[in-house]
């Protein structure tokens, strides 16, 4: 195995893993540290963890877990994935994540750079945009679990580590692959132990890619990918994510509340195709649990006779007013997990329904779905929007899923993801 990466959640995994496969690398993912050997011929794998919220040293030690079984399996080189939008709690999870891996593996360098062009992240100076506006500007200053206050990263990650934090910046990478390896040799010296790296195209990830070959370890979000399998001598190749035919009914379930997929089902709805909402707001907060269980027999209920007509949606997506209100109404954290519980439960019931085709929008809602489903790996497949493929999970009866983070997908996405689905198979 060439690349053994890390990814702090389930949706983060997929988009590592597409950006892989699409630059020639035969990939694997799984859910959770495997238990037992690599069993298949890869050059990559990608361990999707659960650990973006999770207190930092839970995080730490999952971390430390794929790590150990990464290298057992013969990792060349070890990549830890975090979002586009370098979101994580207040307390950090992407810095003492980082710092953990380092110690471990005796690394004196990094980098660090959540830059993916192609989905509108990008870094220059040091701040990251979200398309044309900075990222505390994009309306991740309102996620209901990791809230982006400061867009500049050198500052939010040296609030993370005790490691000095610099910046390789936009003249260096105009200058060439030499120029960043000289430049990382030059903040070696200064006693930086992490730099942000500017990037706001393709091609500065794809001028990046080899300055990095033999660092123990990289950090960043999923577009550095695109400029490693080259460090191996590999070029994309469209067999590389070639897919089993699909089969089953299909099904929508999302629980991302960003502006983007609140576009999304808005986008389906207006397609008068069917959808299921559920409105924790009408919960009463003395037995939650007996009525989320209520509405997810409501939701399947209502499911059942559709499904042989059609796709059909089920979300718990809705606009950044209602959630406020929900989160004051049940706490933050427990209103995500009553939700994600929801969901997941939902999924169960889809599934024995016969559904095999999965549309599944944001991170901790994929994370929860693709547990309650008992998926431990998937192979990876053509993508339907940046950083957004289709899967398989081999030998399970969850069949073709596409796990989708919450900022990524045009508005159209979930009818897209379905037609590009029979068109791969047609």
């Keep these: 195995m060439k690349l053994g990466c890390i990814a702090d959640d389930f949706t983060g995994a997929t988009d590592l893993a597409n950006n892989l496969v699409r630059s020639g690398m035969r990939v694997m993912q799984t859910f959770g540290v495997p238990t037992a050997p690599l069993s298949s011929d890869v050059d990559a794998v990608v361990v999707a963890l659960k650990s973006r919220t999770i207190p930092a040293q839970d995080a730490i030690a999952q971390s430390l877990d794929a790590l150990k079984w990464l290298q057992a399996q013969g990792a060349e080189q070890i990549y830890f994935k975090y979002c586009s939008t370098f979101d994580s709690t207040p307390e950090g999870n992407i810095g003492p994540v980082t710092e953990a891996l380092m110690d471990a593996l005796n690394c004196k360098f990094t980098i660090a750079t959540p830059a993916f062009p192609d989905n509108g992240r990008t870094v220059f100076k040091g701040y990251l945009f979200a398309g044309a506006v900075l990222l505390n500007e994009s309306g991740m200053q309102n996620h209901p679990l990791t809230p982006m206050t400061d867009a500049n990263l050198v500052r939010v990650m040296q609030a993370q580590t005790q490691r000095k934090v610099g910046l390789i910046d936009h003249t260096v990478l105009a200058k060439g692959t030499q120029a960043i390896a000289d430049k990382i040799k030059q903040l070696e010296a200064d006693g930086v132990g992490v730099a942000i790296v500017d990037a706001t195209s393709n091609e500065d990830l794809k001028t990046l890619g080899p300055a990095l070959k033999g660092m123990p370890l990289l950090t960043a979000g999923s577009g550095v990918a695109i400029g490693l399998p080259g460090n191996w001598g590999l070029e994309s190749s469209a067999q590389a994510a070639a897919l ?126 693709v547990q309650a489903l008992n998926i431990t790996q998937m192979q990876i497949g053509p993508q339907i929007d940046p950083g957004v493929p289709w899967c398989f999970a081999p030998q399970h009866m969850a069949g073709h899923l596409t796990l989708k983070s919450g900022n990524f997908g045009t508005p159209d996405f979930f009818t897209k993801a379905l037609k590009v689905l029979a068109e791969t198979a047609a």
């Design 244 to 369: 089993p035919a699909p089969t089953g009914f299909q099904a929508i379930v999302s629980g991302s509340c960003s502006l983007a997929t609140q576009a999304q089902v808005a986008n389906y709805i207006s397609t008068g195709l069917p959808s299921w909402q559920f409105k924790p707001l009408n919960w009463s907060p003395h037995d939650v649990p007996a009525q989320i269980k209520a509405d997810v027999d409501a939701a399947l209920a209502w499911a059942k006779p559709l499904l042989a007509q059609g796709p059909v949606l089920v979300y718990a997506t809705t606009d950044a007013d209602t959630l406020q209100q929900v989160q004051a109404q049940f706490g933050r954290e427990q209103a995500g997990e009553w939700m994600e519980s929801a969901l997941a439960q939902v999924c169960l019931g889809l599934q024995a329904m016969g559904v095999k085709q999965w549309v599944i929008a944001g991170g901790e809602t994929s994370g929860a779905c």
